[in-house]
């Protein structure tokens, strides 16, 4: 069985972006990653996250934060930690959010499943990503992939969780991943004028156009909160359906639309995202109480795609202001 060397830790730098966080959270985030990893960049995007309070939780050096003005989006503060990674001479680079909890051994299964797939196969694996438990359902997570061309869900199993195995995937979710660093200065960095939703997707479709592999570790786990709260339904199966702000729904339909003029995909993909924001919709605007406004914003962000309005929103004039951008974004 192929073991990883200690010396891996030296490689990877977690950057954790955090927006008014839990701060017991964000403890457990952080006591669970710091053996992992060299060194931890939190980027606060915003919020003014008190240095002196993790200070007081007797953090190593090797934890800094680094803070943004003002909430400049997921993208952004994960540019900023991918800089300050590149600019460590890091190889690796973990993007974390701040409600996400990884095992004490996640790293090293992401790292490990890296090489072995270099080694094994030949191919030029980008990122890997983990299984995702919500820690409020018990719920584990599925990896997107395709057969036949189509997008599926492949859901992991017992026999699956060995050491070292890995599928190859369609897409990751940006909390969890590790990225290659020499390989994503090839792709480029994230888009931040996409500021949240499929800023991850994106970069994902991005790579695989390159020739990039993305992996999913069925053995690295994470628990991970997907949106504000969770529910659960009944709809030919047992369903459980995140929650999210109105807000997010502006960004999911400007963005998805976005998303699908500025990558190249398959016919079946560009179906499968449309048909995700009929079904998105369909559920929202009859079964939320705030139907109207989730409208106004889903409305709101067809409308900014079709005009190619990017960045930031400004809910009071209803127009996109512009992301500062970094030296190492992907315009």
Not at 122 to 130: D, K, Q, T, Y
């Amino acid at each position: 069985m192929f073991q990883m060397k200690p010396s891996y830790k030296s490689e990877v730098i977690a950057v954790v972006v955090t927006y008014l966080p839990e701060l017991k959270v964000l403890g457990q985030l952080l006591d669970s990653l710091i053996p992992q990893v060299k060194s931890v960049i939190v980027v606060d995007n915003g919020s003014k996250l008190d240095f002196q309070v993790l200070n007081n939780q007797h953090y190593p050096p090797t934890v800094k934060i680094l803070q943004l003005g003002e909430n400049s989006g997921i993208a952004a503060a994960h540019n900023e930690g991918i800089k300050y990674a590149l600019d460590s001479g890091a190889g690796y680079v973990l993007l974390m959010d701040q409600d996400s909890v990884p095992a004490q051994d996640m790293v090293e299964k992401l790292m490990s499943a890296l090489i072995m797939a270099e080694k094994e196969c030949g191919s030029e694996p980008i990122a890997a990503g983990p299984v995702c438990v919500d820690s409020r359902t018990s719920t584990k997570s599925f990896f997107v992939v395709e057969r036949n061309g189509i997008p599926s869900r492949w859901r992991p199993v017992a026999s699956s969780c060995i050491e070292n195995f890995s599928i190859e995937v369609s897409f990751l979710i940006s909390s969890g991943t590790l990225i290659n660093l020499t390989a994503l200065m090839t792709v480029g960095a994230m888009r931040s004028h996409y500021f949240i939703d499929h800023v991850d997707t994106e970069w994902c479709f991005r790579a695989r156009e390159k020739g990039y592999i993305l992996l999913g570790v069925p053995s690295a786990v994470m628990k991970h909160s997907l949106g504000d709260k969770v529910k659960t339904i009944w709809f030919f199966g047992k369903r459980h359906v995140s929650y999210h702000t109105p807000l997010r729904d502006y960004y999911m339909f400007r963005n998805t639309l976005l998303m699908l003029r500025d990558v190249s995909m398959p016919l079946f993909w560009k179906i499968h995202f449309l048909w995700r924001l009929v079904q998105f919709a369909g559920y929202f605007l009859t079964f939320t109480p705030s139907r109207w406004e989730r409208f106004s914003k889903m409305s709101l962000g067809i409308y900014h795609a079709l005009k190619n309005a990017r960045g930031k929103l400004d809910v009071t004039s209803s127009s996109c202001r512009k992301i500062p951008s970094t030296s190492i974004d992907f315009e």
